[in-house]
């Protein structure tokens, strides 16, 4: 009879043991899924100060004739 009730106990207790070993163990966010996150929002930040601060691009011709106009008034202020 104690052989009997030591197996049933046994037998009950390593159930126990392996339904508490299948449960999914319920964590926070992993440090890797952090710095993702942290990732993904510092370059949105950057992307948005790129968009802000994008200027309209000219033509090489205007640019060029920008440079040269500049450089005519300073020659000439330099002349006089």
């Known amino acids: 009879m104690k052989r009997l009730l030591a197996l049933l106990l046994g037998g009950l207790g390593l159930r126990a043991l392996l339904r ?3 449960r ?3 964590l926070g966010p ?3 899924e952090d ?3 942290k990732l993904a929002e510092s370059r949105a930040t950057v992307e948005a100060q790129v968009e802000e ?3 309209p691009e000219q033509s ?3 640019r060029r004739a920008d440079v040269h106009a500049r ?3 300073t ?3 330099l002349k006089d």
């Open 20 to 22: 508490q070993r299948a």
């Open 24 to 26: 999914p163990v319920e």
């Open 30 to 32: 992993t440090p890797a």
């Open 35 to 37: 710095l993702r996150a």
């Open 53 to 55: 601060t994008a200027e």
């Open 60 to 62: 090489v011709d205007d």
């Open 71 to 73: 450089t005519r008034r």
């Open 75 to 77: 020659i000439d202020e």
